[in-house]
């Protein structure tokens, strides 16, 4: 190999650890959930029904697929784990 070539592998393997750095530092996208006044889901590990208010904040778990309605399981702030439609969820972005 040629100086030229190793200076180059070299190079692009510092960047792809820079960007993986980045990447996992990222901040979450907040989300809530979208709509007015509160709407009642199945908590997932208390197995009753729980009413959440809309415009509570939520993180998407996305080790968890989607079910068979295509809901996904989501995190309140109050760590209730409950299932919702994708429809339903407000992407605020990074702020």
């Not at 030229?4 to 820079?18: E, F, I, P, V």
């Not at 993986?20 to 029904?49: D, F």
């Not at 993180?59 to 994708?86: M, S, W």
């Amino acid at each position: 190999m040629t100086t030229q070539t190793d200076l180059s592998s070299s190079l692009s393997g510092a960047l792809d650890t820079l960007l993986q750095s980045l990447r996992a530092a990222a901040p979450a996208i907040t989300c809530s959930l979208a709509g007015e006044g509160s709407e009642w889901y199945y908590e997932i590990n208390k197995k009753t029904m729980i009413r959440v208010p809309n415009g509570t904040e939520i993180v998407e778990l996305t080790k968890y697929g989607a079910d068979k309605k295509g809901r996904v399981v989501c995190q309140t702030v109050n760590n209730d784990i409950i299932r919702v439609d994708p429809e339903r969820i407000f992407r605020l972005g990074y702020h």
